[in-house]
Structure formats: C-alpha cells, structure tokens
C-alpha cells in the first residue's frame, strides 16, 4: 500500500463514488472564476481531472497538476485530453505569468504551506489573471458523527486529531469565509470575494461507506487496521447505518468558493 496521506490508493474510489458529483461544485467555481473562453488554467490538485474537464469544456486550454501519481493515472484514462502532470503546489513547474486563471477545488486546505503555495500560484500566473478555490464550508453532520463514533470505537481519539492534522491540516481554517478571503487578501490578491454553495447528493449506502475511505481519516484507519479489520469495521458501519438512516442516504454539504484577481 502507499502512504496513507496520499490519494494513491484510493484513486478509482474516488473517481467511482465522488467524481460525478464533485462535478457540480467544478461547475459553479468556474462560472465563478470567469475566466476569457479560450483562458490558459491551471488546475491545482487535479485529482482525477474533474474541474480540469469541466473547464476545458468550457473552451479553456486547462493543465492540472497534483502529487498523487494515483489520481493523475486514472485522470489520463478517464480524461485523456486533458494533459496532466505530477508536481507539488509549492513547486510548480511552470514560467512567471504563464496562466491566465489557477484553480482549485477541495485542495487548499492540504496545503501543508499554504502561504508558499499561493506565493508560488501568484508568480505563475499572469497580472490581472484570476483565481478560483473550493473548500469545505460544514461542520460534521449526523452522518459523519455516525462513523466518528464508529471509529473512535477501535482508534483513540487522540490518534486521529495528528492524523487529520497531517494529511489536511486547514481543514478547519478554511470553514470560514472570513479566514478563507484574509489568507487570499494577505498574499495580495483583489477583489476578494466568497460566496457559500449548498449541494445534496444522494448515495446508495454501500456507495456512501465505499466513499468514506477516500477521507484523511478513512485512509488513516484503514492503514492502521489493515485489510481484514478495515473490512469488519466497514461491516460493523453498515448494520450501524442501516439501523439509523433509510438507504439512499441524502447528503447535504456546503462549499465556499472564492474567487479572487491578481493585481495588474
Ligand atoms: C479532495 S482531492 C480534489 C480533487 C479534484 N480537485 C476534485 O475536485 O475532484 C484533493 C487533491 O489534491 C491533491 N493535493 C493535495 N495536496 C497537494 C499539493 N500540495 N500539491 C499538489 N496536489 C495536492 C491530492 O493528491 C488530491 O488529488
């Protein structure tokens, strides 16, 4: 298995459970971004390639980087004409002022750096280009206090707070629109602006317990408990949920996009 603080392993989940529905939020951040319709972006975090198409689609000439080899290999299959490469945000491997617009959906707050990586997305993209990022707005709902208890039931608690801290450490930071906009306002951009979508997305339950692996702390347990304990805690999670909710389940989250220009 690969380090668990990757996207390596979990890439075909990903891209099974998430992928179509992930595609509405890359949507509404590239209306937002409102980039020129034949744009050079730069999608950071790719992943399997979800934002990156929609904005190609959109007329965009897109690149997407991400670190994990995992994801990008399942983003060349599934969106084989979007060209993607293996690089760190902090470390982009492109010239001063190359893009028009950078994006980001549900990376930022993985940024263990987050001020050298908006530094270095500043300096690869153009004066006057944009920016547009993603990031979780909600607190734990019913569903996730569910698997948190699950899960605190066979990993102290005090395991999973650095765990979560190591694979997504502003996870908290950037819940707040007013967080959000000063990190974008203190590495200079304008025209700062936030605004908080609300999405519900329905799961069988077998699809939902498949997708809570792919999480900081669902990749975090399943390594500690290796294949076999994984499987009994997934099984365990199932009579749990069933129990509770009725299948499908209905999933309500929130996402704030922000939006933002470089200074000419
Ligand atoms: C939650 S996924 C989002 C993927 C995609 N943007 C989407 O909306 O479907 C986060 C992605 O960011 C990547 N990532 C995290 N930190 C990164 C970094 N510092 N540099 C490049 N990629 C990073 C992960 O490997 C993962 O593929």
Redesign the pocket.
């Given at each position: 298995m690969s380090d668990w603080r990757?996207?390596d392993d979990v890439a075909e989940t990903y891209e099974r459970v998430h992928?179509s529905r992930?595609e509405e939020v890359?949507r509404d951040l590239i209306d937002m971004a409102a980039f020129a319709e034949n744009a050079r972006v730069l999608d950071?975090?790719?992943?399997?390639g979800?934002?990156a198409q929609v904005a190609s689609d959109s007329g965009a000439a897109v690149t997407g980087?991400?670190?994990?080899v995992g994801?990008l290999r399942v983003a060349r299959r599934e969106r084989p004409k979007v060209p993607v490469v293996a690089?760190?945000?902090?470390d982009l491997p492109f010239g001063p002022g190359r893009f028009d617009a950078v994006i980001?959906?549900?990376?930022i707050a993985?940024?263990n750096k987050v001020e050298t990586?908006l530094f270095d997305i500043t300096r690869v993209l153009r004066g006057g280009g944009r920016i547009a990022f993603s990031s979780w707005a909600d607190g734990v709902d019913a569903y996730q206090q569910t698997w948190r208890e699950l899960i605190e039931s066979v990993v102290p608690r005090e395991m999973l707070a650095p765990a979560y801290a190591e694979a997504a450490p502003w996870h908290e930071r950037f819940r707040s629109r007013t967080a959000f906009e000063e990190a974008l306002i203190d590495a200079g951009f304008r025209h700062v602006r936030t605004e908080v979508f609300k999405y519900q997305w329905t799961y069988p339950l077998d699809e939902y317990l498949d997708g809570l692996q792919i999480w900081a702390i669902g990749r975090f347990v399943r390594d500690m408990l290796g294949e076999s304990g994984w499987a009994s805690l997934r099984e365990r999670a199932r009579a749990t949920f069933t129990e509770l909710y009725p299948d499908p389940l209905n999933d309500f989250r929130e996402v704030i996009i922000a939006t933002a220009t470089k200074p000419s």
């Open positions: 990757t996207y992928a992930f890359a950071v975090g790719t992943g399997t979800v934002v980087i991400d670190e994990s994801m690089a760190q945000a902090i980001g959906s549900f990376v993985h940024f990586a």
